[in-house]
């Protein structure tokens, strides 16, 4: 899927990273990368979560590291703001040179350098570092100057000597061609917007004005996944939200998910995320 490219514009007078509070009633589907480096936490929300080529759900406390020109969005569960919650993200974001040219002059700063290469595919760190990185987290965007800037080098002192998963696969490219961006991003937003329906190869290829066979190469080479190992990951990411934030009867998360049949579902689910629905959400 191609990502649209997104321009920052940095003030290098005003200073020399963005640090800021997003607040928004939704994240809709943006599928974007920029060549600056971003730590996002989440304070409060839910949804899903895309990186490169990996996807999975989000909840409150997700803390991620995001390398240079690597593409991703979060995308906000519907069912979160039906009581008229917000989403609450802090952002960071700073050109990688601003660090990675000191960190090699500074040995002090050497895991941080190390992190900066492995943020390539993107890290995800364990609620209990984001719990321990949270008050620090929230008060940055109060800050301001050197304060702020000293504050920064902490954080990310404590981000390189945590432990941390890579996301995206070591394949996963940071983007694609630009010829390519007007027909991947109309079918990926279709797909994003219809996936708990019945969405077929056909239409999709359609979208793309292409044969069934020319698109379903051209879907893997963009993404690289098909296009129904995408669907099918969104589904499931929807079903996990549903089964830890609702109460609602396995058969119904199936449905809501976009799987008609309960059999398949409970197949594809297993097989996704390695137990049964129903032990899913006894473990969350």
């Known amino acids: 899927m191609k990502p649209s490219f997104q321009h920052l514009g940095f003030d290098t007078v005003a200073g020399s990273f963005l640090c800021y509070w997003v607040r928004s009633a939704k994240f809709g589907f943006h599928w974007h990368y920029h ?27 997700d803390l991620l590291f995001l390398g240079s020109d690597l593409p ?28 990675a040219q ?5 040995v002090e700063l050497g895991s941080i350098g190390q992190m900066l290469k492995a943020g390539d595919r993107g890290l995800h760190f364990s609620p209990e570092t984001a719990q321990s990185m949270d008050g620090a987290l929230r008060q940055l965007p109060e800050l301001s100057g050197f304060a702020q800037y000293h504050a920064l080098l902490g954080l990310l002192h404590q981000l390189a000597e945590a432990p941390a998963r890579p996301l995206a696969s070591a394949t996963s490219a940071p983007h694609r061609s630009r010829s390519s961006e007007g027909r991947i991003g109309e079918v990926c937003t279709y797909i994003h917007d219809h996936y708990t329906e019945a969405v077929t190869i056909a239409h999709l290829a359609d979208l793309a004005h292409m044969s069934e066979a020319a698109f379903c190469r051209f879907f893997k080479k963009m993404t690289g996944k098909t296009a129904l190992q995408y669907i099918n990951d969104l589904r ?13 009867p ?19 689910f297993k097989a996704r995320k390695g137990v049964a629905p129903t032990e899913y959400r006894k473990r969350g």
């Open 250 to 268: 396995v058969s119904e998360v199936a449905f809501q998910s976009g799987y008609p049949s309960l059999t398949h579902f409970n197949r594809s």
């Open 35 to 61: 060549p600056e480096v971003e730590i996002s936490y989440v304070v409060r929300g839910r949804g899903t979560r895309l990186v490169g080529d990996h996807t999975e759900p989000f909840v409150e406390g």
């Open 72 to 99: 991703h969005t979060l995308i906000s569960d519907e069912t979160y703001h039906q009581d008229g919650r917000e989403m609450e993200v802090v952002v960071i974001q700073f050109p990688q040179e601003i660090i």
């Open 236 to 248: 499931i990411g929807k079903a996990c939200q549903l089964l830890l934030a609702e109460g609602m």
């Open 102 to 106: 000191r960190s090699m002059e500074i």
